[in-house]
Structures are given as structure tokens and as C-alpha cells.
């Protein structure tokens, strides 16, 4: 276990990473990625990951390291993960842990499932499902593992299209597989927090986010990724607003239709996350980002690590 961990999730655009720097500098605390998308390279802009100014205010660890042609799998986060942790507490310094990807905090907090690789077109499928109707996914877990559907709710997509895959894709179910969890490699002393903000403050911020990162250059870094030909698959192929902005002409025509999709594309996967949380991170504490500065939160996660209460 590491000395001094605090754990920070999130929706996309919910301010995480402010929070995590008004943190790192109270304690002098080094930052590690848990987000799935951050940790490709060539995708600076269009995953938001910290700029120059906020790389040069506190150490940042699992950001950008990995080539998009690369899959990155939860079991390799949570190695790297464990080393970065480890070294910050030889060092006698804190680390925080942020991110969006949930997975990540529940292979951190309860230990990693040895579900073995599940075949790409099987988790493809699914995945496509995401936007079923209400209901649907529920039912087909029903027919096929009525255990593991007896224990999520209709309304939990993510982890629905996770327990449908993995019946599928291994012929046994997600239960069999979690009873053979290794452990918790952070301990429930960790400071934590999910920042739940309200639904139109969110989605605000990721309309005024995505232009923003029109303005900063996402047109370009789209066309360059998407110049290497890469298979459409891999996970950092899927980065939002990749695929269109990459495409757009030299004159841009259609730029605002791309960007309009890339911010409703946003905010379903903003909402599949809020889901995850509610579902895997319940007993976690929440608070309102739309209503506190990233340095009034950071004051009560700070004490907390520092007396332990």
C-alpha cells in the first residue's frame, strides 16, 4: 500500500484535473492519470490533457505515454499504476490518483478480475449497443447469465454491456471471474471524492471545452493521427471527434456538424460515467464543483490525508 493516496473521479470536463493541481500544490503531491484516453500519445488536444502551464506546476505521471497504435489494458494501468505509487512513497510524497475511467478506481480499490482478453469483434458488439433501448441490454443478460442480471440494475449500461461481453466472450459469467480478484492495491483509508456536478453546468463546460479545443488545434491533431492509417478499432481510434474532425476538408465545410456531434457525443459518454460511478463508486463522497473552487475542495481532501479523519 502506498503511504498517501488520494482518489479523484469524475465526468469528462467536471474539473478533475483543477482540482488535482490545487491539491498537488497544497501537498507538494505528484498526479497519475486514470483516464484510458489521456494516456495516448498524439491526442494532447482532443483528450484535454494537461497543458505546459499545469505540467510545470506539479508533477504528472501516466499522461501521453503510450502510442495510439498500442492497446492499453486495465491490468497494464494498474502495474504502472502501482510503480508510480510506490516510488512517491519511498519518497515520503502523496500521490494523487485522477481520472474518468472508472475501471481504473474499482481495479485500484477492489482488486482486478482475471477475465481472460475478450475477442474485439465480441466487445465491439456490444459496445454498440450502448444506446439501446431502456431496458433491452437488462433482458439479453437476463436470458443468458440471470445471476449477474439479478444484480444490476436496467439502467446500468456500462456495466451491463461488460457482463454481456464477458458471458459471451469467455462462456462464463462476470461473477465467476470476480471471485478470483486479486487485491486491493489502495486501501479504504484513502481519501476520495466523485465530483458531481449539476447536468446543465456539465454540459456547458463541454460545449465551451470542445470549442476550445477547435481553437487550440484539435482540427490538426485529428488529421495527423488519423493520416498513420490506424486500425479504427484500437481504443485511441475512438477518441471523440477523431473520426470527423479528421475528415473535414481543407476548407473545413462541415465543421460545425462535427463539432455539434463530438459535444452530443460527449455528454452520453459524460452520462454513461455519471452511471458507473453511482453503480461502482456509491459509497464514495460527492461533491459540487459548479458551486466550489478547485482550492475550497482541495481543502477537506487535504486535512483528511493529513489527520487521517
Not at 109 to 120: A, D, K
Not at 193 to 218: K, N, Q, T
Not at 220 to 239: F, G, I, N, V
Request: charged share 25%; proline share 8%.
Amino acid at each position: 500500500m502506498a503511504e498517501q493516496v488520494v482518489l479523484i473521479a469524475g465526468p469528462t470536463a467536471s474539473g478533475k484535473s483543477a482540482l488535482a493541481l490545487a491539491l498537488a500544490e497544497r501537498l507538494g503531491a505528484m498526479i497519475v492519470n486514470a483516464d484510458s484516453m489521456q494516456v495516448y500519445a498524439d491526442l494532447d488536444i482532443l483528450t484535454a490533457r494537461p497543458g505546459a502551464e499545469d505540467l510545470a506546476r506539479a508533477e504528472h505521471r501516466l499522461y501521453g505515454h503510450v502510442d495510439p497504435a498500442r492497446r492499453y489494458s486495465v491490468a497494464q494501468w494498474l502495474e504502472e499504476v502501482g510503480a508510480m505509487l510506490d516510488e512517491a512513497a519511498e519518497r515520503h510524497q502523496p500521490a494523487i490518483v485522477v481520472g474518468g475511467t472508472g475501471l481504473y478506481f474499482t481495479a485500484l480499490t477492489q482488486g482486478l478480475s482475471s477475465v481472460p482478453p475478450i475477442p474485439p469483434q465480441i466487445r465491439e458488439k456490444w459496445r454498440a449497443k450502448a444506446e439501446a433501448p431502456a431496458g433491452w441490454l437488462h433482458a439479453n443478460l437476463a436470458e443468458r447469465d440471470p445471476a449477474m442480471a439479478q444484480r444490476l440494475k436496467p439502467g446500468d449500461t456500462q456495466r451491463l454491456i461488460r457482463a454481456l461481453e464477458v458471458i459471451e466472450g469467455t462462456g462464463k459469467s462476470l461473477l465467476h471471474w470476480q471471485q478470483t480478484a486479486g487485491p486491493a492495491r489502495v486501501g479504504p483509508e484513502a481519501p476520495r471524492l466523485v465530483l458531481a456536478p449539476p447536468r446543465p453546468w456539465l454540459h456547458a463546460r463541454i460545449a465551451e471545452r470542445f470549442d476550445a479545443m477547435i481553437a487550440a488545434g484539435a482540427v490538426e491533431e485529428a488529421r495527423q493521427l488519423c493520416a498513420r492509417q490506424l486500425d479504427p478499432a484500437l481504443p485511441a481510434m475512438k477518441a471523440i471527434g477523431l473520426r470527423e474532425l479528421g475528415a473535414l476538408p481543407a476548407d473545413l465545410a462541415g465543421l460545425d456538424h462535427a463539432c455539434e456531434r463530438a459535444k452530443t457525443e460527449t455528454r452520453r459518454f459524460a452520462k454513461r460515467q455519471e452511471t458507473f460511478f453511482r453503480g461502482q463508486l456509491g459509497d464514495w463522497p460527492r461533491a459540487d464543483p459548479s458551486s466550489s473552487s478547485p482550492e475550497q475542495l482541495a481543502a477537506p481532501l487535504a486535512e483528511q490525508l493529513v489527520t487521517g479523519n
